[in-house]
């Protein structure tokens, strides 16, 4: 199908390891990324992949990259209350249009 | 660097009525963006322009949305006549360019209720 799937909720407690996965439909996409967004806003760019690579860390941010599966992971370590929020993942297609999931509510829990 | 500036924030309106939204890029980015949010989902693409041209309107609903993009820096888009499906959060973002990789960044987005 065309959907970019990811599932709907996660919840942690403060201080451990949140993994919010994704699996996408299109194996052309050159980018992919991760947006934030908290209540009331617009989202908020977090990291992006190049299709190239496999892995790619940004301070508390993992991302890996499974290109056979099509799957795409967001690692946050040492989460903290303000990350809850709501965590899309998008894949590029086209001339850059973007395809986003769902989203992932992340709840943290202190 | 100032963000993607949108307004108004909120609109409520009837069904049946007419709404514009605005938006305002970042300077320098070339390339727009207008998505549809339905609450509980990802943003959907509407229309993507790239200067004052539309790239891709395949998703735009034309019988009653339209925008524009006159002189490739500020958009508006337009619905009439509203229904009640069209109540959502409007998004606008905008890139330096298609293929950039350095992503599309996007305004705070204007929740439209139509009742």
């Known amino acids: 199908g065309e959907d970019v799937e990811q599932s709907l909720f996660l919840s942690v407690r403060e201080g451990d390891s949140s993994v919010i996965n994704c699996t996408y439909t299109?194996?052309?996409?050159?980018?992919l990324y991760w947006y934030k967004q908290e209540p009331g806003a617009g989202l908020q760019l977090l990291t992006y992949?190049?299709?190239?690579?496999d892995m790619k860390q940004d301070q508390r941010l993992t991302v890996l990259l499974n290109k056979k599966d099509k799957h795409l992971s967001l690692r946050i370590a040492d989460t903290q209350t303000g990350d809850s929020a709501i965590y899309f993942c998008?894949?590029?297609?086209?001339?850059?249009?973007?395809?986003f999931g769902a989203g992932t509510r992340l709840t943290v829990k202190p | 660097e100032a963000g993607v500036a949108q307004s108004p924030r909120y609109k409520i309106i009837e069904k049946r009525q007419s709404v514009a939204f605005w938006c305002n890029p970042i300077?320098?980015?070339?390339?727009l963006y207008w998505y549809q949010q339905i609450l509980g989902q990802g943003p959907k693409l509407l229309i993507q322009?790239?200067?004052?041209?539309?790239?891709?309107d395949s998703q735009l609903p034309k019988d009653r949305f339209s925008a524009e993009r006159l002189k490739g820096v500020d958009s508006t888009l337009k619905i009439q006549p509203a229904k009640l499906e069209d109540s959502a959060v409007y998004l606008c973002?905008?890139?330096?360019?298609?293929?950039?990789?350095?992503?599309?960044?996007f305004g705070p987005g204007t929740r439209l209720t139509v009742t």
């Open positions: 973002a905008s890139s330096l360019g298609p293929g950039t990789g350095f992503g599309q960044y």
């Open positions: 299109d194996s052309s996409s050159t980018y």
């Open positions: 992949i190049f299709s190239n690579m």
């Open positions: 998008a894949e590029t297609y086209n001339n850059n249009d973007m395809r």
């Open positions: 300077s320098g980015h070339a390339t």
């Open positions: 322009f790239q200067n004052n041209g539309v790239v891709d």
